[in-house]
C-alpha cells in the first residue's frame, strides 16, 4: 500500500469512527466533498496544510493521520523520512520522525524561497537549529534572523513563516509540539 492509500484507509476509519457523512466531514474538515472523496480512495497528494485541516477536524495529531494508530513507545522504520513538500527550485521538507503531538522535521530552503505557517492550537511550539546558511524566522509582528549553528523557540499559536534571504541553501531541523487533542 502506499502512501496516499494508507492515508485514505486512515481518513476513511476516522470518518467512519465519528458516523460522518462525505457532506458533514468535508465540512468539518474544512476541505471539498471531492478533494475528501479522492484522499478516501488515495487518488490525492493532499498538500501539508490540507493533511494538518483533516488531522486538526478530526482531532488527532499529524503523525496519527499519518501512521493510523501510533501506539508504541518507540518506533524506528523504512517510513521515516517522509518527504512532505517540495518545490521546482529544490526547497523541501521531510518529517523524519513524529509520535502523538511529537513531530521533527529536516527542511531546506533554497535562497528567495519562504514557506508560511498558519497559526497552531493553543500551546503548540516550535524549536529550529539551523545546520548550514540563514534563516530568517517571522512569528507574528516580530522577525529574527538564525545563523548555522544558532536555534530558536516560539509559541507556534500565531501565524509564523520561514524564509531564505540570503545566497546560500538553509538547512535547519524542526521540532514541532502540536499538542491537538491532547
Not at 458533514?24 to 494538518?52: C, D, F, H, K
Not at 501512521?67 to 523524519?96: H, I, K, Q, Y
Not at 548555522?148 to 534571504?165: I, M
Amino acid at each position: 500500500m502506499n502512501a496516499a492509500e494508507s492515508l485514505g484507509v486512515v481518513v476513511g476509519r476516522q470518518r467512519a469512527q465519528r458516523g460522518w457523512t462525505l457532506d458533514a466531514a468535508a465540512a468539518r474538515l474544512g476541505i471539498s466533498r471531492r478533494l475528501l472523496v479522492q484522499i478516501e480512495q488515495g487518488e490525492a497528494n493532499p498538500s501539508l496544510s490540507t493533511m494538518l485541516a483533516v488531522a486538526g477536524g478530526f482531532s488527532i495529531d499529524l503523525a496519527d493521520l499519518l501512521e493510523g494508530d501510533v501506539t508504541a513507545a518507540t518506533f524506528v522504520g523504512p517510513n521515516a523520512p517522509r518527504p512532505m513538500w517540495s518545490t521546482a527550485d529544490g526547497s523541501s521538507a521531510e518529517l523524519a520522525a513524529a509520535h502523538g503531538p511529537l513531530e521533527l522535521w529536516r527542511w531546506e530552503l533554497q535562497p528567495g524561497e519562504s514557506r508560511s505557517s498558519e497559526a497552531h492550537v493553543s500551546d503548540s511550539l516550535e524549536c529550529i537549529h539551523v545546520q548550514s546558511g540563514q534563516l530568517n524566522v517571522e512569528v507574528g509582528t516580530e522577525s529574527v534572523v538564525v545563523r548555522r549553528g544558532e536555534a530558536v523557540a516560539f509559541a507556534a499559536d500565531r501565524p509564523h513563516r520561514y524564509s531564505n534571504n540570503g545566497r546560500a541553501r538553509v538547512v535547519f531541523t524542526l521540532a514541532v509540539y502540536d499538542p491537538i487533542g491532547a
